[in-house]
């Protein structure tokens, strides 16, 4: 296969004969087409943790963007958790760990499991009383099989010591009783024993672990001990995480967290505790990541909240329901330090809190993303890069010939001129140019072409039309198509019908 073409470098298309010969860029900052100024003031916000609100029109890549700078972080270095307090239960404690910390309670946790041995490698007499050999014929097989599969008797431990003069009676007897009780273990789950090594005697346990057997020696058993001493906890905000959080349309609870309910209270014996009940929002989640909030305005007062959380870089999560069991319990200071990037339209910025604004301004930045770029040799490049990205993203349909780039990159000059009214441009709306490409992949899949050819181009533009231009085009005017669809009473109570029936003729819309 020949090598790929850098297309943001070598920007003749000339040089490249199908969309599969695009280079797509490593870096996912360089994927985003024609907003060099918010792309660099990106870079700038991974690097120094700043804030972002990306102001413009959807489909201009402003998520993009914002996942983008995501990649740019490092990887989170602290672990949160809800620690049991018992003195008072319903005041759960937080504890955060540094990625050292994690580690080695891992690799302690890791000695306290013990080791893994076959059922070979152990005691004879430890092997027969977990289940794994049979007393009889000294075959071995699975715990879970009742009856030696090679004598066919009971591997049931009787428990009869050697030498008991009711020993036979008494073993038929078991054997009989784990036939007849298919839930009766054939072995015990766990034995203690001792060994010794040089001139100490140590205690060893032996435990079932599936097919094999754990064996704890007297330093795994020393570290399990200490493991169990510790408080009982919950992770809310693993080490291991995806550092972008998408919370855009997401409710007061996914945003700020809760505690769940519980209808004994949290009752020692018959509830869950506290602790195990707190759920974590989003906001605690973006921890050491990007929160990122689309349609920002559309959270109304929770917006107050999220500046909160950045002032403090924490935010205290607590039941929000009154008639829960968890509205008692309420955990203080969980870590929230969130490089947030918000986006809105222009017409919704005055709905955007002014103090969230100012904190944004104060310790980041505020983007008006471009609509449009120039229509020069290095912008149709990056629109074909642009193609390329768009075909390998999907999955689902062939690359794209060079006459058929020609022909989108001829439909985003088209756009440029129609929407935004600019000359030797081409647009950055990209959703809705992603969609024609999706739409003429589409058809050359349907028709069985290795390749987007140009006349799949041309017949996506019709069918990627919107609704109201379909309606156009079938009655020539929007309300004319709404006049069609709807009923003689809704045609009364329509503000078309009031102008056209109750005004004069030389006032009715038209």
Known sequence: MSEKVDIQSEVDLRSITTTAEILIPRDPLKRVIGQDEAVELARIAARQRRHLLLVGPPGTGKSMIAQALALH????????????????????????????????????????????????????????????????????????????????????????????????????????????????????????????????????????????????????????????????????????????????????????????????????????????????????????????????????????????????????????????????????????NFILVAACNIQDLEQVLSPLRSRISGDGYEVLVETTMPDDDINRARMAQFIAQEIVTDGRIPHASRSAIDLVIKEARTRARIIDGKENALTLRLRELGGLIRAAGDLAVENGDALIEERHVLAAQRRSRTAEEQIRERYGTYMKGLGTDISSAQKEKSPYYFWNEHLKDDQAYH
């Open 73 to 336: 972080l490092p990887k989170p270095r602290e672990e949160v958790r809800i620690v049991h307090n018992p003195e008072n239960p319903e005041r759960p404690l937080v504890e955060v760990k540094r990625e050292e910390e994690v580690g080695r309670e891992k690799e302690a946790r890791g000695s306290a499991e013990g080791e893994l041995v076959e059922p070979t490698a152990a005691p004879v007499h430890v092997a027969e009383r977990l289940g794994y050999r049979c007393r009889s014929c000294s075959a071995y097989s699975s715990p879970q099989e009742r009856s030696c599969p090679s004598c066919g008797k009971s591997k049931a431990d009787t428990g009869v010591q050697p030498g008991n003069p009711f020993g036979d009676l008494l073993g038929n007897l078991m054997e009989s009783m784990a036939t007849a009780a298919p839930g009766l273990n054939v072995g015990k789950e766990k034995v203690t024993t001792t060994r010794r090594r040089g001139d100490k005697e140590e205690v060893v346990v032996f435990e079932r672990a599936g097919e094999k057997i754990r064996m704890l020696d007297q330093e795994a058993l020393e570290r399990r001990r200490e493991v169990e001493r510790q408080r009982p906890r919950k992770v809310i905000v693993p080490l291991e995480r995806n550092p972008f959080v998408l919370a855009t349309g997401a409710s007061e609870t996914e945003l700020l967290g809760d505690v769940r309910h519980d209808p004994f209270g949290g009752h020692s014996q018959l509830g869950t505790q506290p602790y195990e009940r707190v759920i974590p929002g989003a906001v605690h989640e973006a921890h050491e990541g990007v929160l990122f909030l689309d349609e920002i305005s559309h959270l109304g007062p929770l917006q107050r909240y999220i500046l909160t959380a950045m002032q403090e870089r924490r935010a205290p999560i607590s039941g929000r329901n009154p008639q829960s069991a968890g509205a008692s319990v309420k955990v203080d200071a969980v870590p929230a």
